[in-house]
């Protein structure tokens, strides 16, 4: 039986925040974000961005909002999902997002990293330090995190982000579909 590629990174379980409030700005995580990562990005384009609903929990306040970016690479087609939630109503450069993306890159590099800076939650990984891929433990994102960002910043600035149009699927934790 051939293993998928969707299969492997499946959440372990509830995400869980470390810290509450999120440190930095959507603008901050692209700009220190690594190079490598900010050229690669170049490569990637969004399928689609929509508004999707959140479950009650005592995760997020009420009027948090969560994007939830199809993107896709340009040579290969592999789909990554990349969810953006803004706990401060609706997405913009000054906003303070938790990020998260279904790509191994972001979940075994960054996503121990954002989480504590309260730009991300252990959902994915199983808690422990990057200290082989990310041994200074230095702030980025992901290609397609980066690529859904600058997508979602620019439609902001053009009021073409979605806004009123809301998708009826919701997030299920426990699949993280």
């Known amino acids: 039986m051939a293993i998928r590629q969707a299969d492997i990174m499946k959440p372990l379980g ?13 603008s901050v995580l692209v700009r220190r974000s ?19 609903k959140l479950p009650r929990n005592e995760m997020f306040k009420a009027q948090t909002v969560a994007y939830r ?21 609706w997405f913009s450069s000054k906003s303070r997002p ?18 504590y800076t309260g730009n991300g939650m252990i959902w994915r990984c199983n808690g422990d330090t990057p200290d082989e ?14 690529a859904a960002l600058t997508v979602m910043h620019r439609r902001s600035l053009s009021e073409k982000l979605v806004r009123s149009t809301r998708s009826k699927a919701k997030i299920n934790w426990r699949r993280g579909k």
Do not use: M
């Open 69 to 89: 970016v199809v993107t896709y690479s340009k040579l290969n087609k592999h789909l990554h999902r990349v969810t953006v939630f803004v706990d401060s109503g």
């Open 14 to 26: 509830r995400p869980r925040r470390v810290v509450s409030k999120p440190r930095h700005t959507a």
């Open 133 to 146: 891929r990310n041994p200074g433990h230095r702030l980025g994102l992901c290609k397609h995190a980066i």
């Open 98 to 115: 938790v990020v998260d993306c279904s790509c191994a890159d972001f979940v075994y590099t960054f996503e121990y990293v954002l989480a």
């Open 34 to 52: 690594w190079p490598s990562r900010r050229k690669s990005a170049k490569q990637i384009a969004v399928r689609s961005v929509k508004v999707i």
